[in-house]
């Protein structure tokens, strides 16, 4: 399914005229990113895809996406993925799986406030969060394209409840 997203999204930036330089997801299992990774070479489309990780170190979701990047392209007959094509950060998993950090809670209120889109503490903020981080630090320059993959779970904001309100005083 990501593959066909990936080469859609590749599609809709082209005819928008967007030098799109990275997509952004969070990264558990790693099938999203492998997806959007082989989609976008696929499409000829020199974008990096950034697995943000929020279940596993980036050793052990590394490992994880290149199985699953090498199955994947068997399966379809594509070639393998150069290594600059995608990253693997562990920085947004801060200390550990489902235990939210002050990133992604910033994250969880600026797109609500800005966007009025709702992201959920375990996955999505934490891959939002780094994307901020990122453009903060200047990894990302001003003006940039970049594409935030939001791969849903804002039920999971209010799992969270009790922490939130904690967190924010509110």
Do not use: M, N
């Amino acid at each position: 399914g990501y593959v066909r997203a990936a080469l859609e999204l590749a599609g809709q930036a082209r005819d928008r005229g967007l030098e799109v330089r990275e997509l952004t997801v969070a990264a558990s299992t790693a099938g999203t990113a492998a997806g959007l990774a082989i989609g976008t070479q696929l499409a000829g489309w020199g974008v990096r895809v950034e697995a943000a990780c929020v279940y596993h170190s980036a050793t052990e979701t590394a490992a994880e996406l290149d199985g699953l990047l090498r199955a994947t392209a068997s399966a379809l007959g594509a070639p393998q993925l150069a290594l600059a094509r995608y990253g693997v950060d562990d920085a947004p998993l801060g200390p550990g799986y489902g235990i939210p950090t002050p990133a992604g809670q910033l994250a969880i209120e600026v797109l609500a406030r800005t966007e009025g889109v709702l992201l959920d503490p375990v996955y999505t903020a934490k891959a939002f969060g780094y994307l901020l981080s990122r453009i903060a630090s200047g990894a990302l320059g001003d003006g940039e394209d970049v594409v935030f993959v939001h791969t849903g779970g804002s039920p999971g904001l209010f799992a969270y409840a009790s922490e939130w309100v904690d967190a924010t005083g509110d």
